[in-house]
């Protein structure tokens, strides 16, 4: 009966806890709180005993089906067994709790005695131990009342100030002073709640020094300080609080917004797409099929026109063999004829016999085989290169453009010098693109144009030709820089980085404003590149507008004895 008169115990002491509150000072009262369940704690050790002897130490609850392997120890069959599963390989069993080693496993038998007892303590009232899980772990909050292997923390009190699992909370919701106390949900923190100077519950908020007190700190150093209640403080952020939230949440719904537009302009790209890609397809089929049309037409006149041309030669080549053939059996006669012995015979037969018949014309006879077909060759050759010519000159008019898409509103363009240098970028020169007759210095900030020749190593990015040279940095996004110069001309510029680096024609040369000193204004994404020149105010100079496809590169192009550096921006 040891569990009935510890909670007997316990319920008398919270009802002291009631009376004695309503006299205490807070601070008393906290550390009487505290020193009482430890009361409690020691009338329940009787009952901790009797669970500690009939609990398994594997699976930390109540023993079932109870067995003692020979060294002592109890535990659960079932754990015990599962415990010795993954020592079968080794053939070597040992007890989870003296590591006493058995090289042949014992026979488990149920330990009925043991196994009466715990049904009998169930009976009176015995509960299973908490279940291990229940058990505060390093990154848990424990409760500050448990002894020994402490309880994982239910809640946490700030008026207290202390953390209690739900047995020790129970007085929280019993006793009617500690309804009152503020309970939140477990948290290490608790500390920072109380007065490092006056170890007191801070419940007021100065203002005028933005900071968290006691009552002796309002009364002392906060003394004729703006303070409140830190309730009353919280009311007031808690409202700003709801007031940031609820633009927050307007600005996540325009941007779901933003992003559901986005979602539809690529469902109709895709779509756009689609069909582009089935409508071409036809198109290149019936300009395909078209070109095999024509390609079969040609075929047909070619052999058309074959035909007619061997059948003409065969027929011509008939005649000629029959030609040959009369010929041979002319001369045959001829032959005989100028035998004749007889004069009179001879003179009466050769009339008939010399007779010879009209030759065939054989004018027409000229062996050029491609003549015939040079005429087809030369029209198939024609369409090839106008095919070409098309394909070559005028694909820019069907090739795919890139569409605009600028949902999100863009952000506004700086005015002042104060508004440019927010966007104020660090620029060095790149050696490696540098004419030969330019001497880099300053940490490549700084280039002259000398007569003296360099020795830079060959290099492909290198301008051959003219004296320029890019930045070693790309710029994309938003960017502002500063060029100074000294002397007659430098031509500013941005520049892709496939850029020709030699000859002389004008896709390799710069071009640029000019000015003693010119501020350079990128905003990739907007396809903005403006010029100014910078003093006291800024003057624009030269403003680009398109679409930028690359990063770009920062250029100068400098003269003879001039002088060009790359401003440091503050």
Known sequence: MQYKSCQAAFSIESHVVQIRSQTCSASQEVKLRQSLPLRAEMAQKGDQLDRKTISCSICLDLLKDPVTIPCGHSYCMSCIKTHWYGEDQRKIYS??????????????????????????????GLQA??????????????????????????????????????????????????????????????????????????????????????????????????????????????????????????????????????????????????????????????????????????????????????????????KLQQEITELKRKDTELKQLSHTEDHIQFLHNYPSVSQLSEPTDSSSINIHPLRYFEDVTAAVSELRDKLQDILRGEWTNISVTEPEIDVLPSEPQPKTRAEFLNYSCEITLDPNTAYTHLLLSEGNRKVEAINQKQSYTSHPDRFTDYWQVLSRESLTGRCYWEVERKGREVRIAVAYKNISRAGWSDECVFGGPHSSRVGVYLDHRAGILSFYSVSETMTLLHRVQTTFTQPLYAGLYLFSGVIAELCKLK
């Open 95 to 124: 007890c989870p709790q003296c590591r006493k080693t058995f090289t042949t496993k014992p026979v488990l038998v149920k330990n009925t005695m043991l196994a009466d007892l715990v049904e009998q303590l169930k009976k009176t």
């Open 129 to 318: 131990a908490p279940a291990d899980h229940c058990y505060a772990g390093p990154e848990d909050v424990a409760c500050d009342v448990c002894t020994g292997r402490k309880l994982r923390a239910f809640k946490s009190c700030l008026t207290c100030p202390a953390s209690y699992c739900e047995n020790h909370l129970q007085p929280h919701y019993d006793a009617v002073p500690l309804k009152k106390h503020k309970l939140v949900d477990p948290t290490k923190k608790l500390q920072e709640n109380i007065c490092s100077l006056h170890d007191e519950v801070m419940k007021i908020f100065c203002r005028s020094d933005q900071q968290s007190i006691c009552y002796l700190c309002s009364v002392e150093d906060h003394k004729g300080h703006d303070t409140v209640s830190a309730a009353a403080e919280r009311t007031e952020r808690q409202r700003e609080l709801e007031v940031s939230r609820l633009k927050i949440q307007q600005r996540i719904q325009d941007r779901e917004k933003d992003v559901k537009l986005l979602q539809q302009e690529v469902e109709a790209v895709s779509r756009s797409a689609d069909k582009t890609v089935e409508d071409s397809e036809k198109i290149f089929t019936e300009l395909i099929r078209l070109l095999q049309k024509r390609s079969s037409d040609v075929k047909q006149q070619i052999r058309s026109q074959q035909e007619t041309e061997v059948s003409r030669v065969e027929e011509l080549q008939e």
